[in-house]
């Protein structure tokens, strides 16, 4: 049972709000507001995931969650969240939108007082629609308590597992494929269990980090294929820190301890630090996401063993080897080709220029997908230094192309600016296949790269010339070996087996209209 209150706010759309406080369980709620859903911008870039952060015994848990769910914002602008313990019970508040839309002063002194532990939540909706009922973390009671569950990544197996628990009777209150785990954890042949965590995390098929929070103790888990990134920090006064990228470990200045191993679980209680493997690590080979090292993670953040920053610049570099241009200027579209550019320039030798300014006021964008709408979401966003393009020959660096409609009004307002020729580079293979563990790329149909030739791509954006960095070179920029990545989006190999591929709103339901604008 999980009791919710509405809360004050500007929500950033232009209706009223749409948080939700979690109350300890029994107690009574003020209101119980229907729900409602949220339009979200129609970029055709890939979206972001979800970004988690927790925090063991600290006297400042509130607080240091805050900032570390700041720090991760990137991951993920559509919800936030917040579960808190005491020691004895759990308390907690979600809401729509971003981190200080949700958690504002006001709020934020009336939980500082609630507990020393915490794990917090920022989301991108990659399965289950963005609605108040998917915002983590999910807090409910079960027969042996309460527990708080935050999720990054996607199960492939879920619609299955939700078929089968639906069957028995189980009742689903949001969409996401993250509740699927909270029954798992209470079905009571797996409370028997001797660990019943590591029974629970066997049946998942997917990629996952997540973080449990217990009255008692906070659980991080990764999958064994350690996909998405999960690692360790901890403060100077002794308390641990898990969060999503080192990005949250320094803003809350913690040391980085290590990375959460694929396949283990991390117990964070008053005795210290517990670990121990629901998977062996030595029984499957990793299948570490290159896409966080291309676009996902903060460039400061130090993922898989390396720092995000040096691996792009190393892509840039090898783009530029492979895919050389004739021009004056090496410019990047903003803000993840940043790094990538100034990696080719050096290669290159051609001068590095700042080719866009960025707006940091267009903030996100409720709009209808319609192309006249993409375009004026771009303008919106990025404006072109004319004095500084026209004329010119440019090398336009891009980290990735999905549709290539955002791509394609970008190249075209450098051509309106009096660009001379334009040269785009790639620091990525074409994206030809959707991605089914955790990442909101379009369908196979929308992907530019799906049914068509680079040349064809090239004159689709109306540009001189169009080459992409090879899935070889890519790879050779990166530590590990080139079988410890997942490069399923550009190469169509897949180390999860992917029997019924899940849509994004493959747990919706009929019901759910009742909750429509």
Same mark, same amino acid.
């Given at each position: 049972?999980?009791?919710?209150?509405?809360?004050?706010?500007?929500?950033? *759309?232009?209706?009223?709000?749409?948080?939700?406080?979690? !109350?300890?369980?029994?107690?009574?709620?003020?209101?119980?507001?229907?729900?409602?859903?949220?339009?979200?911008?129609?970029?055709?870039?890939?979206?972001?995931? *979800?970004?988690?952060?927790g925090i063991f015994g600290h006297n400042h848990a509130v607080e240091k969650t805050y900032f570390g769910l700041h720090a991760l914002q990137h991951r993920g602008?559509?919800? =936030?969240?917040?579960?808190?313990?005491?020691?004895?019970?759990?308390?907690? !508040?979600?809401?729509?939108?971003?981190?200080?839309?949700?958690?504002?002063?006001?709020?934020?002194? %009336?939980? =500082?007082?609630?507990?020393?532990?915490?794990?917090g939540h920022v989301r991108y909706s990659t399965s289950g629609s963005s609605r108040l009922e998917n915002a983590q973390p999910i807090l409910v009671e079960y027969s042996l308590g309460q527990v708080a569950i935050a999720h990054n990544g996607n199960l492939v197996n879920a619609s299955l597992l939700r078929d089968e628990?639906?069957?028995?009777? !189980?009742?689903?209150?949001g969409t996401s494929d993250s509740e699927i785990i909270i029954h798992l954890l209470a079905k009571p042949t797996h409370i028997g269990k001797p660990d019943t965590m590591a029974h629970v995390l066997n049946h998942l098929q997917g990629a996952f980090c997540l973080l449990f929070l217990f009255p008692d103790r906070l659980v991080a888990a990764r999958d064994p294929y350690g996909i998405r990134p999960l690692c360790i920090g901890r403060l100077e006064e002794g308390s641990y820190v898990v969060a999503s990228e080192t990005c949250a470990l320094d803003i809350v200045d913690a040391e980085f301890i290590r990375e959460v191993a694929p396949g283990e679980i991390v117990t964070l209680?008053?005795?210290?630090? !517990?670990?121990?493997?629901?998977?062996?690590?030595d029984s499957i080979t990793p299948a570490h996401c290159v896409f966080e090292q291309v676009y996902f993670a903060d460039p400061s953040s130090t993922i898989f063993a390396e720092n995000v920053h040096v691996?792009?610049?190393?892509?840039?570099?090898?783009?530029?080897?492979? =895919?050389p241009a004739k021009a004056d200027l090496v410019i990047p579209v903003p %803000? *993840?080709?940043?790094?990538?550019?100034?990696?080719?320039?050096?290669?290159?030798?051609?001068?590095?220029?700042?080719?866009?300014?960025?707006?940091?006021?267009?903030?996100?964008?409720?709009?209808?997908?319609?192309?006249?709408?993409?375009?004026?979401?771009?303008?919106?966003?990025? %404006?072109v230094i004319k004095e500084l393009v026209r004329g010119r020959r440019l090398v336009v660096i891009e980290d990735s192309i999905v549709r290539g409609t955002t791509t394609r009004?970008?190249?075209?307002?450098?051509?309106?600016?009096? =660009?001379?020729?334009?040269?785009?580079?790639v620091a990525s293979p074409p994206i030809r296949c959707p991605c089914y563990y955790g990442i909101d790329f379009p369908s196979r149909e929308e992907l530019i790269a799906n049914d068509r030739t680079v040349a064809e791509i090239r004159d689709y954006l109306e540009i001189d010339s169009l080459e992409y960095l090879t899935l070889e070179g890519m790879l050779s920029c990166l530590q590990h070996p080139p079988d410890h990545y997942c490069t399923a989006c550009w190469s169509g190999r897949y180390p999860i087996p992917v029997d019924r591929p899940p849509g994004k709103y493959a747990s919706e339901r009929y019901q759910m209209k009742l909750f429509d604008e």
């Open positions: 049972m999980i009791n919710e209150s509405t809360c004050n706010g500007p929500d950033g *759309c232009g209706r009223g709000p749409e948080d939700r406080v979690i !109350h300890p369980v029994g107690r009574r709620a003020a209101d119980r507001p229907a729900g409602s859903v949220r339009r979200v911008s129609c970029r055709s870039d890939p979206r972001e995931k *979800c970004g988690l952060f602008q559509e919800a =936030a969240g917040m579960a808190i313990s005491d020691g004895q019970r759990l308390y907690g !508040h979600t809401g729509m939108g971003l981190v200080s839309e949700v958690f504002t002063q006001a709020r934020l002194r %009336n939980m =500082a007082p609630l507990g020393q532990t915490a794990i628990y639906e069957a028995y009777g !189980h009742i689903f209150k209680d008053a005795d210290g630090l !517990h670990s121990r493997f629901f998977d062996g690590p691996v792009r610049t190393m892509m840039g570099r090898q783009l530029a080897r492979e =895919a %803000n *993840c080709a940043r790094c990538a550019a100034g990696g080719y320039s050096e290669e290159s030798g051609i001068p590095y220029a700042r080719g866009f300014t960025v707006s940091h006021y267009a903030g996100r964008s409720f709009i209808e997908p319609e192309q006249p709408m993409r375009d004026l979401a771009v303008k919106m966003k990025l %404006n009004g970008k190249m075209g307002a450098l051509r309106r600016a009096g =660009a001379k020729e334009i040269h785009l580079r």
